[in-house]
């Protein structure tokens, strides 16, 4: 059985035959180390899945599929980008206002210094934005992408972010959005069912697809999605999506990253397959024994806390926390690193973690 065969039958709960899929997310650390000049000499020649392989493990290939979904502006619509320093200023024109983005570089990133929508005003133009976008999956590419993963990992994509998610991390910000549902609510509640009926021609899409695993990018954090504002507002939209994708014989998850101890009682009701990146203690908030407890018998993708990747914290707790995933959460899980390994982290640490698994399906 080849990675791609354990990862399409983990999730169509068909028999594995006790072997484990290692699926860690080595892409930051790869990308950053190889910016910096910094990947080991082992893998200074390596591309990206040459580091996969000789590490022995899998992928999980959203990289790889994501822009087989093409989810394009208007022709309306215009964009005009200024830098001043280390800011950029990105005005998108459309027949109904402009929004306007403020980014700022760092030494290896960019943060958003102002959000798009800020007032009731920006949400109308943001709701034309939404309506008017065209919507196209793109064959061609997926194929391509098949045969450069080829048997590694079953082809998955992420979809855009739910509602509250999307207007807290991509339309306004934390504080903006989170008080836009007290300052606002009326304009809010209507940019959210905007949101909502403009997101049918993504899934319509996705149903569509050959993909059969689907990923939902929300980067939960119940700081950001309070339990009061996920039971209005997110739940609802999770039971409905999944209701759709499901009809269409699709598999689905979200990525809860963030602290979400008050948002797992609800694990078993918004109707995924399994859960994505629930991050455990130190990071998270929460244990792997509160996790298995609240999911059942969904599939849990990830699992080892990204901390026991760090050349500073004992092998001991990196041995022990891969075999409580497996014992806890076996057949029903894609191990993998809750969120993935940092760019510091020591990378000769997956190979140990692959060697374990070598060893529980001998």
Not at 62 to 68: C, E, K, L, P, Q
Not at 106 to 130: A, G
Not at 211 to 236: M, S
């Amino acid at each position: 059985m080849t990675s791609r065969e354990l990862n399409l039958a983990i999730f169509r709960r068909e028999p594995t035959g006790g072997r484990i899929l290692w699926q860690p997310r080595i892409e930051h650390w790869y990308e950053t180390n190889r910016r910096q000049g910094t990947l080991p000499e082992r893998y200074r020649e390596f591309t990206m899945l040459q580091v996969f392989d000789d590490l022995g493990c899998s992928v999980r290939p959203y990289w790889a599929f994501n822009d087989s979904m093409h989810i394009e502006d208007a022709e309306q619509v215009t964009r005009e980008e200024r830098e001043d320093g280390n800011l950029t200023y990105v005005t998108e024109h459309t027949p109904v206002g402009k929004l306007v983005t403020i980014l700022e570089k760092t030494s290896q990133s960019w943060h958003t210094r102002k959000f798009p929508v800020v007032t009731p005003d920006d949400m109308k133009v943001m709701e034309w934005h939404l309506r008017h976008r065209r919507i196209w999956f793109d064959h061609d590419y997926y194929n391509k992408a098949c045969a450069e993963i080829g048997e590694r990992a079953a082809p998955c994509v992420f979809i855009s972010r739910i509602n509250l998610l999307r207007i807290v991390i991509e339309f306004m910000g934390f504080e903006n959005g989170l008080t836009a549902f007290y300052n606002y609510p009326d304009e809010t509640a209507h940019l959210i069912h905007t949101i909502n009926e403009t997101d049918d021609a993504m899934l319509d899409m996705v149903c569509a697809s050959p993909l059969e695993i689907i990923n939902f990018g929300d980067n939960v954090h119940q700081a950001f999605c309070p339990p009061n504002l996920f039971r209005e507002w997110v739940l609802p939209e999770y039971q409905r999506r999944n209701a759709r994708l499901h009809a269409a014989g699709k598999k689905t998850y979200p990525h809860w990253d963030g602290d979400c101890g008050q948002l797992l009682p609800y694990a078993q009701d918004c109707g995924f397959d399994g859960y994505e990146a629930i991050t455990p203690v130190p990071q998270g908030d929460v244990t792997l024994e509160q996790v298995r407890d609240a999911l059942g018998d969904r599939i849990l993708l990830d699992g080892i806390p990204c901390t026991d990747f760090l050349p500073t914290e004992s092998l001991d707790s990196l041995i022990a926390n891969t075999r409580k995933c497996i014992e806890y959460f076996a057949p029903n899980l894609v191990l993998g690193i809750s969120d993935e390994i940092s760019p510091v982290g020591d990378i000769e640490r997956v190979r140990l973690v692959s060697e374990i698994v070598a060893e529980h399906g001998a």
